[in-house]
């Protein structure tokens, strides 16, 4: 993979000192090997913590998360279409990410309402995704990310919230 990147002339994102050679007061010069995708500060408390997550993850077993992650994504989908709120999501296959349209109440409304039951939530405004906001007729949505840790007690919580909309 690196092969094609250098060929392609692609750079990191971020530049640092292992990644180019600094030639002129506004100019640079990229390795010209695969080490100008290395990062020469390296987060050891991170690489750890990544680490400590996989061996958790894969102590529970990813099918097992996915198969969790599943039925309370189900259970909370088919709950928002119950209480009538237009489910945003598109495809066979869904991730753990629920879009959905609150009618009649303001972004801030709708995102204070959350705050005040003491329910995380996310509202993504049409400025973060133009083309897909216009494609589905919508200025701004709410996220909600349930995952296998959640109890379906949450859910139901989450649901008796959403009803008072």
């Not at 600094?22 to 290395?38: G, H, L």
């Not at 209480?83 to 999501?89: A, V």
């Not at 494609?135 to 919580?157: A, F, T």
Request: negative net charge; contains cysteine; proline residues 2%.
């Amino acid at each position: 993979m690196s092969g094609k990147a250098l060929a392609a002339g692609l750079e990191p994102l971020f530049i640092d000192l292992r990644g180019a050679e600094w030639i002129a007061e506004n100019e640079y010069k990229p390795r010209a090997d695969a080490k100008r995708f290395e990062d020469w500060e390296t987060s050891y408390a991170l690489m750890m913590g990544s680490k400590q997550a996989l061996e958790y993850l894969l102590s529970i077993g990813i099918e097992n998360v996915e198969q969790r992650n599943d039925e309370l994504n189900s259970k909370l989908r088919k709950g928002l279409s119950g209480l009538g709120k237009r489910l945003l999501d598109k495809g066979q296959k869904q991730c753990s990410i629920i879009t959905f349209r609150v009618d009649g109440r303001t972004e801030t409304e709708v995102r204070n309402f959350f705050k005040e039951k003491g329910i995380n939530i996310y509202t993504i405004s049409k400025t973060s995704a133009i083309m897909d906001f216009r494609e589905k007729g919508v200025e701004w949505v709410v996220r909600v990310s349930p995952h296998y840790y959640n109890s379906e007690n949450e859910i139901d919580q989450f649901l008796e919230a959403a009803k008072e909309l």
